[in-house]
């Protein structure tokens, strides 16, 4: 009867060690699947100029897009005021920074999956004259550092550092 017993318990701690916990895997799959980028803002000292030349901090706007064909042809006010509206099913997600001249700051961001583009939007006083918007690709599934340079009525960005994968 004992050796029964015995059988039986070695027979169930086996079974038990070698079950899987499934939640696990899943997780680091999912977190594969993501994409995360970093944006490095550095405004120059006369950012952004009044009428009398004094400088002035600016609003980026950072739009999450699926497809950027939209954001690439709306005019500003459309998408400073009515981002969801115009920008629709591509827009996935949205945030926005002040940015003060001469300031440098980074943002980290986890993206979407289904992010294909981020889209800045900068709010110069003379719209007319500036280079308000600029669209960045986002690799899938990787981090990737942009250099952003709020220029005088222009932003520019640049890929600092190459795509690695998978995110960080």
Known sequence: MIPRFLLVAATALLLTACAKDAAKPEAAEAEADTAAIELHFHAIAGLNPGAN?????VRVRIFELKNAATFSRSDYFALADRAQSTLGLDLLDQDEVMIQPDQQLSIKR???PATRQIGLLVGYRELDRAQWRTVLTVPARQYTEYQISLDVRAVRADVVVSPSSPAQ
């Open 110 to 112: 986890d993206l979407d």
């Open 53 to 57: 030349g004094q400088p002035a901090p």
